[in-house]
């Protein structure tokens, strides 16, 4: 193994934790005197949470890892010693992929449906993944090679058949038609299984990895919102497809006996 992969593992499941008390404060002082929140487009909001969290985590980042570069959802990217994913700069040996809340309407209306995710992208592949549930406490992390886990618990998801198959997350986006979505909700309906759609896309993949749905699909996210999910996913065995579209990317994962159902 790596070492310096496995500094970095050990160091951002840590640092996940650490931000997502931070986050959960600053949803606790929402739920008492309110926070400044600015609104970047239809059901698309950001708060002094966001940022703070995200300023955060990119300082211990940059302070424990200056060669690496950085992408967060509310401050772009920058950090290190490049501006993009696949930099020839040798002194670089990868970039954190960060959303420091993901599932922020849930957040704001006080829900506890939300995490802090963090993916470490070598090449532009994902190969450290930490996606902290600070309501629930619950750490959901995989490095490449070495297994997905929550908590100290090992992560694999159902290989065989399974007659008891029969739930599915699945996101949905404006910047997507509604029919698709619409027919894809159809076609698992008509083979009897159900569907719940939970707000927060990082989230949902990790419940995908601990067993708790069957699959997870949605047809535009940005990087920031799965790159960690899909390595926990990878390392619990699940099937993940993931296809750039313009602008980001549609995703869906699934234990392998849902994978061509839910492709459709």
């Known amino acids: 193994m790596n070492n310096e992969l496995q500094q970095r593992y050990t160091f951002v499941c840590q640092l996940a934790k650490e931000a ?12 008492k005197d309110g926070l400044t929140i600015d609104v970047k487009g239809q059901q698309d909001f950001v708060s002094e949470a966001d940022k703070e969290t995200e300023i955060f985590i990119r300082q211990q980042l940059t302070q424990t890892f200056p060669q690496d570069g950085f992408l967060g959802e509310e401050s772009g990217e920058g950090s290190g010693q490049h501006n993009d994913e696949e930099s020839d700069n040798d002194n670089t040996t990868g970039i ?8 922020t309407t849930n957040f ?25 549930d600070p309501c629930h406490d619950e750490l959901f992390s995989a490095l490449h090679g070495e297994g997905a886990w929550l908590n100290e618990q090992p992560l694999k998801v159902n290989q065989g058949s399974n007659d008891m198959v029969g739930l599915v997350n699945l996101g949905y986006s404006a910047k997507m038609p ?3 979505y619409l027919t894809t909700m159809k076609r698992l309906l008509d083979h009897g299984i159900e569907h719940r759609r939970h707000g927060s896309a990082a989230l949902g993949l990790a419940h995908v990895a601990a067993g708790r749905f069957d699959g997870y699909r949605e047809d535009f996210l940005n990087a920031w919102d799965i790159m960690a999910g899909v390595v926990i996913l990878q390392e619990a065995s699940a099937d993940v497809i993931l296809n750039e579209v313009s602008g980001g990317y549609a995703i869906q994962a699934s234990i392998p006996a849902l994978t061509d159902l839910l492709k459709g």
């Open 20 to 31: 997502g008390q931070l986050a959960y404060n600053y949803q606790r002082k929402l739920i």
């Open 96 to 103: 954190w992929v960060v959303d420091p809340i993901d599932g």
């Open 108 to 132: 704001l209306r006080k829900q506890p449906m939300w995490c802090v995710s963090i993916a470490y992208l070598v090449d532009g592949v994902p190969v450290i993944g930490a996606i902290y």
């Open 178 to 180: 509604l029919d698709t």
